[in-house]
């Protein structure tokens, strides 16, 4: 494999111009795992994607084996679900799955800002600032690659506070939950482009001020607003197609 080809990304489902690099040298099963994990904690796939074992390796550019596992995982983790023909697809989007998962991690990050509240300092409000400016501007300038980029800062401003709590026994909780709503994230995303509405990054700013002044039902409600507002696109998009229906089933 030449230096091109490894450098060479390929599309994975659902995404225009989302990259799946080639998966080279050791500890190759690892590797495809983690790459197919942050591809979907990212939101590069659209819930309902069906996700085959050739066409994935063909595009990681490796076997069929290390694919095979790393998909098995991502099954028992929830991420995805198998199918009969033993292919597995994203999740779809239904209102328990939804609201299941709102619910979870409202509940679950809400502690994790309480914990790190005591233990934030002025540095890491630099850096948390420092994210949102690097955010908005990327959202400025509407490149291809906006999503993954987005997504990936939305990922280090959240994660740099849940960090800050020391637990790591909530860590891995909060990545799955966060790793089952990808999907949710990127159909919510592709809304608000539709329909537009507040900034991305208008709740993160809220909750650098509320964390700042160490008030912690604020920060606890700006992030209730941070996570519910994705979530609450698309029960807005349910409601809106239900009305569609009925107004076609009565003429």
């Not at 909060?174 to 329909?195: C, F, M, P, T, Y």
Request: glycine fraction near 6%; aromatic fraction near 4%; hydrophobic fraction near 40%.
């Amino acid at each position: 494999m030449n230096q091109a080809q490894r450098k060479r990304e390929t599309t994975g489902p659902g995404h225009d111009g989302e990259a799946l690099s080639p998966v080279i040298r050791q500890t190759l099963h690892e590797r495809v795992y983690l790459q197919l994990r942050r591809s979907l904690i990212n939101g590069m796939f659209d819930a309902g994607d069906v996700l085959r074992i050739v066409d994935l390796a063909d595009r990681l550019q490796t076997s069929t084996m290390p694919v095979r596992e790393a998909l098995g995982r991502l099954v028992s983790e929830q991420a995805l679900e198998a199918l009969p023909n033993r292919s597995v697809r994203v999740p779809l989007i239904t209102r328990e799955r939804l609201d299941d998962l709102a619910r979870a991690r409202i509940l679950i990050e809400g502690q994790m800002v309480a914990l790190a509240l005591p233990y934030l300092q002025d540095d890491d409000f630099a850096t948390l600032k420092q994210i949102n400016i690097d955010c908005d501007a990327a959202f400025e300038r509407h490149g291809k690659d906006i999503g993954q980029v987005t997504s990936e800062l939305n990922q280090r401003f959240h994660f740099h506070i849940y960090r800050a709590a020391r637990s790591p026994v909530l860590i891995p909780i909060v990545e799955s939950l966060w790793l089952q709503s990808g999907a949710i994230i990127r159909k919510a995303a592709h809304i608000h482009d539709e329909h537009g509405g507040l900034a991305a990054t208008d709740h993160h700013w809220a909750l650098i001020d509320a964390l700042e002044r160490r008030d912690l039902v604020a920060s606890m409600q700006s992030l209730s607003n941070d996570i519910g507002r994705s979530f609450d696109l698309i029960r807005g998009r349910f409601v809106l197609e239900e009305e569609e229906t009925r107004e076609v089933a009565h003429g």
